[in-house]
């Protein structure tokens, strides 16, 4: 809308009345005003060059009414208040005359009477016409130094100047209609603009830092001040805002809305609102470690290396926390998932190495900082239980840390602590162990339980004394994984072996063959890793059908390549395939089922103290049967005792390993010349016998349905070649009943001549009354080497067979058992 001035030459004025306006500028003219004949009088000099009057007195209504609407009320507040308390006050305001002449003046008022005020009013600016006001409008909207954005009573953008084009990078014309909140950065808090909106309503502006997002989506921080105006009965907004990105010092530990303005981050409060919102969103399966992070920041470059080391935290934060709490102290999160297999300790380690190498892409000075500089760490669940003592804590450990100390981590729980510094302790032996290639290969046997011979040799490795001594075998390949050394390890083991075999061939025979494990837990990829196994057994001359190469299953059913073709490659160049520590994993039968492998080995876990009839025997028993229907071997892992070979034996797993028949042995040691001298023929005599104990059972044994009658028990009974009547419900067997259980419920004229009424009522019980619910139960392919074990750990006779879904198969009573038993001691 064109602006619009009368241009009438009467009330323009001439030249000299010009001159006459513009010699009044910073002149003081006396006034005075009484509230009782609400008459307004001025010096007469002013009159026509001031108010454009001929002559004073004027009504004290008509000097309002020369003031814009908005601020009549003001002034009318200000008259009063001197008025009523007698204190002087100073008011400035904008008066347009009946000439439509701008004067910008200050008046000061004073209480001369009970109802006289009076004082002195100064031009200090005078807009004669349209052209000046125009000019003054243009010269202050399309200023250098400020942007300015004009919005209505809802925010929808009315207009901007240039500078707030160049500030945000947005052009005018694509934001007009849009609403302002597309400046928001989403950093400050809800309160935050409550705040603002608030001071606007009540007081009409509102001034402060802020972050403003740009058309880029990047935030910057900008001083802003917000300014409501009404025209036309109209609400408008009004912001002014100034560039901060420059002037760092100016943002530096001040906070707005939670955030902190320099480095873009939560503040403290805000930091731990959000602390709070993930532990009680938090799983069982995780837990997190808070580090309390002192960049150690050059002094010439502090604030602009900080905005960066922020700006890095938050960019590569992915799902961590972060936050910035003063005085060049950050905070970070760091979410740990739980792995039952993973000690918590190693978790640690793992997550604080990835932290770290991540800044190993940023800014050499970023990187710096950090590697420096200290960090403190609370580990909630060790340390902490609750969001709050974490943060204390993580805080305390930065803070206990003195400046001449050269270690840059320090653990809140000292016992962590220590154990974080014996890893890395013992990382740098490892390193040292594996480039110096002083690790030793031990040999552990695997016995072929159909031939009753070694079948081959694990190489496992070893550790000479310096780390042998402070960490188990599995604590250091854990090192080596976490170090991505293992594929380094594995192949000077796996070198080794190969080397090694024709020797053991000539100690216990051309059969033996050798295996070896391959960790996938590298940088490697899986399909790469194989490629370079098959080129090393390759490169040794060694037949491939003498070479079982052994992958763990959790590392390989993690893996993201566990279709690569390097399985198919080895097994058709003759190499085995063995899956280690099977069942310990979570896809174990998917996989099984597609063939990729020739051995399967049965973790410890599973032949432990295993009993016949247990959960174990049950789980060894259909892998077993399962692996054999996909013509897969059987390994059972970790045999210590005569009783467990014995029932792995009755099972039908092919080979056994472990201390039962020797541990691990070096090359031409004592133990190696202690396990040449076992002989297994004994153990062939006492658990390769044919057969299973279904043989036993009692042939033709009908059965009853819990609703039968008793009548019907007592007719099969008085057979002389059954003693026992199962009781079946659908396919399972809840009970039996024999004669000792039917006497107790039989009168002795049931059946005669003095049979009573009462008595041949009797005949109609129901067997589930009368029957016995105490019995053993035993799988009907149970081996009969097994029964030995099977007499020993089964208390209670009659024995039911059962199938895999437990359905009833039969039954086998004592006699039958003790008879065996005695034809197979004569």
Avoid at 16 to 33: C, K, M, P, T, Y
Avoid at 100 to 108: C, G, L, S
Avoid at 288 to 294: F, K, N, S, V
């Amino acid at each position: 809308m064109a602006w619009s001035w009368p241009m009438d030459e009467k009330l323009v004025g001439s030249s000299s009345e010009v001159q006459a306006h513009e010699n009044v500028i910073g002149v003081a003219f006396d006034w005075r005003l009484n509230f009782v004949t609400q008459r307004f009088e001025c010096e007469e000099s002013a009159a026509y060059a001031l108010f454009g009057v001929e002559i004073f007195p004027i009504t004290t209504k008509q000097l309002i009414q020369w003031l814009p609407i908005s601020q009549r009320k003001k002034a009318i507040d200000a008259f009063r208040q001197v008025l009523t308390t007698g204190v002087s006050q100073r008011y400035q305001c904008a008066l347009v005359t009946p000439l439509n002449i701008v004067t910008f003046v200050e008046f000061d008022i004073e209480r001369q009477e009970e109802n006289q005020l009076a004082g002195t009013v100064t031009p200090l600016l005078l807009l004669r016409d349209a052209d000046e006001v125009a000019e003054l409008f243009y010269r202050l909207f399309e200023n250098d130094h400020h942007g300015i954005l004009v919005t209505d009573e809802e925010t929808r953008i009315l207009a901007c100047n240039a500078y707030f084009e160049r500030l945000t990078g947005y052009h005018r014309r694509d934001l007009i209609g849009l609403k302002s909140r597309i400046f928001n950065a989403d950093k400050h808090s809800e309160h935050f603009y409550q705040s603002m909106w608030h001071a606007l309503a009540t007081e009409g502006s509102w001034s402060g830092a802020i972050l403003t997002r740009t058309s880029g989506g990047e935030n910057t921080p900008q001083d802003l001040t917000i300014q409501k105006v009404t025209l036309a009965g109209r609400d408008y907004f009004i912001g002014f805002s100034a560039d901060l990105s420059t002037h760092l010092n100016r943002l530096n530990d001040r906070e707005k809305g939670g955030i902190d303005l320099l480095t873009q981050l939560p503040s403290k409060e805000k930091f731990l609102r959000l602390l709070e919102v993930w532990h009680q969103s938090e799983s069982d399966k995780s837990t997190l470690l808070l580090l309390a992070i002192q960049p150690n920041f050059s002094y010439s470059t502090e604030l602009n290396a900080k905005r960066e080391f922020a700006q890095f935290l938050f960019e590569h934060s992915h799902n961590h926390l972060v936050g910035y709490l003063g005085n060049d102290r950050f905070v970070v999160g760091l979410e740990i998932e739980h792995h039952s297999h993973i000690s918590l300790i190693r978790q640690v380690r793992q997550r604080m190495k990835r932290f770290f190498h991540g800044f190993k892409q940023a800014k050499g000075e970023v990187s710096q900082a950090l590697t420096q500089g200290k960090t403190g760490v609370s580990v909630l669940g060790v340390d902490a239980k609750t969001p709050a003592a974490l943060f204390t804590h993580a805080n305390q450990a930065l803070l206990e840390m003195h400046s001449g100390q050269q270690r840059h981590i320090s653990f809140y729980d000292h016992a962590m602590h220590l154990q974080i510094e014996k890893k890395k302790r013992l990382e740098t032996l490892l390193l040292e162990c594996i480039e110096q290639k002083t690790i030793e290969v031990h040999y552990q046997p695997i016995i072929d339980l159909q031939q009753w011979r070694v079948d081959k040799f694990e190489a496992l490795c070893r550790f000479p004394p310096a780390l042998s001594q402070e960490a188990s075998v599995q604590e250091l390949i854990n090192i080596a994984e976490d170090l991505d050394m293992i594929e380094i390890l594995d192949q000077q083991v796996a070198r080794q072996a190969l080397s090694d075999l024709e020797y053991l061939q000539c100690c216990f025979g051309p059969q033996v063959g050798i295996s070896f494990n391959r960790s996938i837990s590298s940088s490697t990829g899986v399909s790469q890793l194989l490629m370079q196994t098959a080129l090393l057994i390759d490169e040794s001359g060694v037949q491939p059908d003498q070479v079982t190469v052994e992958i763990t299953e959790n590392a390989y059913f993690e893996s993201e390549e566990h279709k690569a073709d390097g399985l198919k490659l080895l097994r058709k160049a003759g190499v085995s395939v063995a899956v280690d520590d099977f069942g310990t994993g979570y896809s174990s039968f998917q996989y099984l089922t597609q063939c990729h492998f020739d051995v399967l080995k049965i973790d410890r876990a599973f032949v432990q103290n295993i009993r016949v009839n247990s959960n174990q025997y049950r789980i060894v028993r259909s892998l077993t049967e399962l692996s054999h229907q996909l013509g897969l071997r059987v390994v059972a892992e970790g045999v210590e005792s005569e009783t467990e070979l014995q029932i792995l034996a009755q099972i039908g797993v092919d080979s056994v390993q472990g201390y039962f028949f020797a541990k691990p042995f070096a090359l031409k040691s004592d133990a190696q010349q202690q396990f040449e001298a076992l002989s297994f023929a004994s153990y062939q005599k006492k658990y390769g016998s044919k057969g299973c104990v279904c043989d036993l059972a009692t042939p033709a044994t009908p059965h009853l349905d819990p609703g039968d009658p008793i009548s019907l028990a007592f007719e099969y009974l008085q057979r002389d070649e059954l003693n026992i009547i199962p009781v079946v419900d659908g396919r399972k067997c809840v009970g039996f009943v024999d004669r000792e259980a039917m006497n107790l419920h039989l009168t002795p004229g049931m059946g005669t001549e003095l049979e009573t009424m009462k008595e041949a009522g009797l005949w109609n019980k129901r067997v589930n009354q009368v029957m016995v619910l105490n019995f053993s139960t035993l799988h009907w392919h149970t081996q009969m080497s097994a029964l030995a074990v099977v007499i020993n750990q089964l208390e209670l006779f009659p024995w039911i067979m059962v199938d895999d879904d437990g359905d009833y198969k039969g039954v086998i009573e004592m006699h039958s058992v003790l008879k065996h038993l005695r034809k197979n001691l004569s």
